[in-house]
């Protein structure tokens, strides 16, 4: 194999030169900063990136390059990585419930930003987390649910308050002398602008039901990225709506915006190269990644349907699509993407199925079971 090259003109040429028998991760940095300057472009306030979704060193310096200055931190690793990677960054500690160990952490590295969904997790706080820092306030935003549909799945089953106990905790903060503001998430892969619409103007009762004015307003992550073949998520209409009905809803009295979209920044920023392992009597396509491995999500949020089969020589398949039954390589029977993808009927073993999209919520999952999900990672100019 010749390996001379290090950044890639994009997958089809890696394939060509190197012919992969481990899945790899195809990354394209410019992709990646295009898409943080949408969003710093298009959101009328703060963006911050959620750091679980894609903890990659590679991912967070190229957000700080194209201007990221917050993220949102959900353990005291991922505090610490930012500190790191990003110092001078805010670092929003927005995971709801966490030990007292873990809280200790976040006030030992100056941690401004916190959330919050219930009255013991309130008290956590009290005890350790002071009103300022260094002269600057120390935020505590209580998180609230409502039973909104529009997302692919929805957070509220595990975390969020209902409006009246959020009412509740925004005003037992102010009470406190913290700052008081208020956060939501509307689920992930949210498609629907209405959503985010909805849950502004309950923030709007909150804070009435309060009597507390919110300082800031994280509307949370849940921005789509790129998952279905046709037309991309209108992130422009998203931005507009929340805007819109904010001023609406708040008038001159609005607070300050802030969102942490995951997803939406990174997954259409990096393409899953896989490789066909057999056709089972023609069939049943084995792969050599799977649900043990960096599509770990599918069987939960859906299929990435934007996808394209190459032979080892880089060229495209063309054959008409038909659906078929795709299996990880390991020997669990859980191990197979939910429903069927339609596949070229021309498909081979050792070509290549490349799943563009893949980004968020796949390379922290690889479990290695079975001694499967050898990953490896590239860097690509683009996905043309």
């Known amino acids: 194999m010749r390996t001379q090259k290090t950044v890639w003109d994009n997958p089809a040429d890696l394939i060509r030169h190197l012919q992969p028998d481990h899945p790899v991760m195809a990354f394209a940095p410019t992709v990646l900063q295009d898409r943080a300057r949408q969003f710093l472009a298009g959101f009328p306030g703060l963006v911050t990136y959620a750091v679980k979704s894609n ?6 310096q190229n957000l700080v390059t194209a201007g990221i200055q917050g993220f949102d931190v959900a353990s005291p690793y991922e505090i610490d990585l930012i500190g790191r990677l990003a110092p001078g960054t805010a670092r929003h500690y927005h995971n709801p419930v966490r030990s007292r160990r873990e809280i200790a952490h976040g006030v030992r590295e100056g941690i401004l930003a916190w959330s919050v969904d219930s009255g013991s997790e309130l008290d956590k706080l009290f005890e350790q987390v002071p009103v300022s820092v260094e002269g600057q306030g120390v935020e505590i ?14 957070f509220g089953s595990k975390f969020g308050a209902t409006p009246d106990l959020a009412a509740d905790l925004l005003r037992r903060v102010a009470d406190r002398g913290h700052v008081a503001s208020l956060t939501f998430h509307p689920g992930t892969q949210c498609t629907d602008p209405m959503a985010w619409e909805s849950y502004i103007r309950v923030a709007r009762e909150i804070c009435y039901m309060a009597g507390v004015r919110a300082h800031r307003l994280n509307v949370g992550g849940g921005f789509p990225s790129h998952r279905l073949a046709g037309v991309a998520p209108d992130l422009p209409s998203i931005f507009t709506k929340i805007g819109d009905t904010v001023a609406e809803c708040f008038g001159t009295d609005a607070p300050a915006l802030v969102c942490e979209p995951g997803r939406g920044l990174c997954a259409d920023a990096y393409a899953l190269i896989a490789r066909v392992k057999g056709l089972r009597d023609g069939a049943n396509v084995f792969l050599n990644d799977g649900v043990y491995g960096n599509l770990a999500e599918l069987p939960v949020i859906g299929n990435l349907d934007r996808i394209e089969v190459l032979t080892p020589q880089g060229r495209p398949r063309s054959g008409e699509r038909t659906g078929r039954v795709i299996f990880g390589p390991t020997c669990d029977s859980v191990d197979r993407l939910p429903g069927e993808l339609a596949l070229p009927d021309d498909i081979a073993e050792d070509d290549y199925v490349i799943f563009h999209g893949a980004g968020a919520y796949s390379v922290v999952t690889n479990t290695r079971f079975n001694g499967f999900g050898a990953m490896t990672r590239a860097t690509v100019m683009g996905f043309e």
Do not use: H, M, N, Q
Request: glycine residues 4%; proline residues 20%.
């Open 141 to 154: 935003s209580p998180r609230f649910k409502l039973p909104v549909p529009g997302a692919a799945y929805d």
């Open 55 to 60: 903890p990659d060193e590679t991912v967070i």
